[in-house]
């Protein structure tokens, strides 16, 4: 099995961190007649003919807040894109509607999610971060929103955007894969092993404890194959697949209410729901599956296999 970094990336913008850095050029970019804007109400995302709401300065008339209250997105197709807050109550600057990001999955295309993602990850930040973590006096955006500063002078604390590294595997044994289930799932639904990255460890050894502390399978060895931004509220998820050098599950820390072993046959059957086709875990499972030698299986797992409509919860998916 051999590694494919960023299968599950689509992010279609560029940062551009040249302009966050240079005012002058972050003020023109703030009046391009190209510029849109991407309205974040709480977790929730801005949705217009069936993908993310790109608003112009005219569509947004006096609710256009100033530079220093948005972010900085970057450049997408080279115009400048930002992120706006809007109030809790607001109704949609135009029409439109606002959706939490977990039921766009699979919805709305897939760089529009990415960039959905990203911009409800920047907005929650800010929202988390209003005071300084040393003194506590309030904090004030510069660099296009990518840097929050505290506010008193004897202080000068600068805080950055962060992320929670999370593990999540695929692991295959003997031509089946290891998928389990929560409790608060129905029956039938099933993704790949998942947890945080603690302090002071290595990738790899997290993917080794995470899969023994919830199934008690020892790992062989495990590869790398790319990552997601998943902003539940802002992990960054390490995809990789790994073989198996045991094969019996105990559910050691009950996490998990259910895992089992599913062979490709199993999973053509369409009566396992697997996570949405737009996350990773399912990017883990469809390379696992489609890499079946022979015509062992009904065909790929897009065209076999039943996914979740919505609903996929932080690091399962």
């Known amino acids: 099995m ?14 551009a961190s040249h302009i966050r850095q240079a005012p002058a050029r972050l003020a023109a970019a703030w009046r391009d007649p190209a510029a849109r804007f991407l309205p974040v109400r709480e977790a929730q ?10 608003l112009s300065a005219d569509e947004l008339g006096q609710r256009l807040p100033a530079l220093e209250e948005a972010i900085f997105l970057g450049l997408e197709a080279g115009a ?12 949609p600057p135009v029409p439109g509607h606002f959706s ?52 008193a002078e004897a202080c000068g ?5 962060r992320l929670d590294p999370a593990i999540i ?21 099933f993704s790949t092993i998942a947890g945080f990255v603690e302090p002071g460890e290595a990738l790899e050894d997290a993917v ?16 790398y194959m790319g990552s997601q931004p998943w902003p539940f509220p802002a992990s960054l998820m390490i995809g990789f697949h790994a073989a198996a050098a045991s094969s019996d599950i105990l559910l050691n820390d009950g996490e998990l ?22 996350s990773i875990a399912w990017r883990l499972i469809e390379a696992w599956f489609d890499a079946a030698p022979g015509p062992a299986t009904a065909g790929r797992l897009r065209d076999v296999a039943s996914p979740w409509t919505a609903g996929a919860s932080p690091g399962r998916a």
């Open 2 to 15: 051999h590694a494919a970094a960023g299968f599950a990336a689509h992010a279609t913008i560029d940062h």
């Open 45 to 54: 995302c801005m949705i217009r003919d069936g993908g993310a709401a790109r």
């Open 80 to 91: 400048p894109r930002f992120a706006i807050r809007i109030g809790a109550q607001e109704e």
């Open 100 to 151: 939490g990001l977990r039921e766009l999955l699979g919805l709305v295309p897939e760089q529009d999610a990415a960039l959905l993602a990203y911009a409800r990850a920047m907005v929650n930040w800010h929202r988390q971060h209003r005071h300084c973590t040393a003194c506590g006096a309030p904090t004030r955006a510069t660099e296009g929103g990518f840097v929050l500063g505290c506010s």
């Open 157 to 161: 604390q600068r805080s950055f955007p």
């Open 169 to 189: 595997v695929l692991v295959h044994h003997a031509g089946r894969c290891l998928l389990g289930r929560q409790a608060s799932w129905p029956a039938g639904r």
């Open 208 to 223: 080794r404890r995470e899969v023994a502390e919830e199934t008690n399978i020892r790992l062989a060895q495990c590869h």
């Open 257 to 278: 209410a259910e895992a089992r072993w599913f062979s490709r046959q199993e999973l053509a059957t369409g009566r396992v729901l697997l996570p949405p086709p737009a």
